[in-house]
């Protein structure tokens, strides 16, 4: 982390005022929402405002929002295409600091967006990205573990042809010993808390 002093805490309007000037005035990849420029906020007003929205966006379901919600939640579709591609929009540095910052957050839902975009890290970052991979795969919290396996296998292990599967894993920096290492990491999480063993020998790269 690059940002070590005690961070501000938004109010929503000025969350929204904050991605408002951020807003380049066009529509977003999905077609529907804005579009917004993340790249002259700091990680923390990132972090801000991806905890603002998804708290908005939920609200919305939940059918008890106000009309600041709504206004936030439109921009939850193009913060997650934003995450994405998170490093050529920010930065090396601002990524690893935004994605730690969620992380090691108190609240599960901030850790569970890390987990589900800690593989925009090891791209750029690979020691670093895979170790706090690992973490977020032994959370204590199921669904921040859950959100961190899923991101691991969605692409790479939801084919039968290995080539398909190596060439996913390079697109988020990895190779088969690095999955051998989150898959180990996660099985072992799981063997823990019903007190197994599971044998890993013979695990090969196909």
Same mark, same amino acid.
């Given at each position: 982390?690059?940002?070590?002093?005690?961070?501000?805490?938004?109010?929503?309007?000025?969350?929204?005022?904050?991605?408002?000037?951020?807003?380049?005035?066009?529509?977003?990849?999905?077609?529907?929402?804005?579009?917004?420029?993340?790249?002259?906020?700091?990680?923390?007003?990132?972090?801000?405002?991806?905890?603002?929205?998804?708290?908005?966006?939920?609200?919305?379901?939940?059918?008890?929002?106000?009309?600041?919600?709504?206004?936030?939640?439109?921009?939850?579709?193009?913060?997650?295409?934003?995450?994405?591609?998170?490093?050529?929009?920010?930065?090396?540095?601002?990524?690893?600091?935004?994605?730690?910052?969620?992380?090691?957050?108190?609240?599960?839902?901030?850790?569970?967006?890390?987990?589900?975009?800690?593989?925009?890290?090891?791209?750029?970052?690979?020691?670093?990205?895979? *170790?706090?991979? @690992? /973490?977020? !795969?032994?959370? &204590?919290?199921?669904?921040?573990?859950?959100? =961190?396996?899923?991101?691991? +296998? #969605?692409?790479?292990?939801?084919?039968?042809?290995? *080539?398909?599967? @190596? /060439?996913? !894993?390079?697109? &988020?920096?990895?190779?088969?010993?690095?999955? =051998?290492?989150?898959?180990? +990491? #996660?099985?072992?999480?799981?063997?823990?808390?019903?007190?197994?063993?599971?044998?890993?020998?013979?695990?090969?790269?196909?």
């Amino acid at each position: 982390m690059t940002e070590q002093t005690p961070q501000p805490t938004y109010r929503l309007d000025e969350i929204e005022a904050m991605l408002s000037m951020a807003t380049t005035g066009e529509i977003g990849p999905d077609n529907v929402s804005p579009a917004i420029d993340v790249s002259q906020l700091t990680a923390h007003e990132i972090v801000s405002a991806v905890r603002a929205v998804d708290a908005a966006e939920h609200r919305v379901r939940q059918e008890r929002a106000g009309e600041v919600d709504r206004r936030l939640a439109a921009y939850s579709r193009d913060i997650e295409l934003t995450f994405e591609e998170l490093p050529s929009c920010i930065g090396v540095e601002k990524t690893r600091d935004g994605i730690t910052l969620l992380a090691g957050s108190q609240s599960p839902r901030d850790r569970s967006y890390a987990a589900h975009n800690v593989n925009t890290l090891t791209v750029v970052d690979h020691d670093y990205g895979l *170790e706090l991979w @690992k /973490r977020l !795969l032994e959370d &204590d919290n199921p669904m921040v573990a859950h959100a =961190a396996w899923h991101t691991a +296998t #969605y692409f790479s292990l939801d084919t039968l042809n290995p *080539e398909h599967a @190596k /060439r996913s !894993l390079a697109e &988020d920096g990895l190779t088969w010993g690095d999955m =051998a290492d989150l898959v180990r +990491t #996660y099985v072992q999480r799981l063997e823990k808390l019903r007190g197994g063993v599971f044998d890993f020998n013979g695990y090969e790269d196909p």
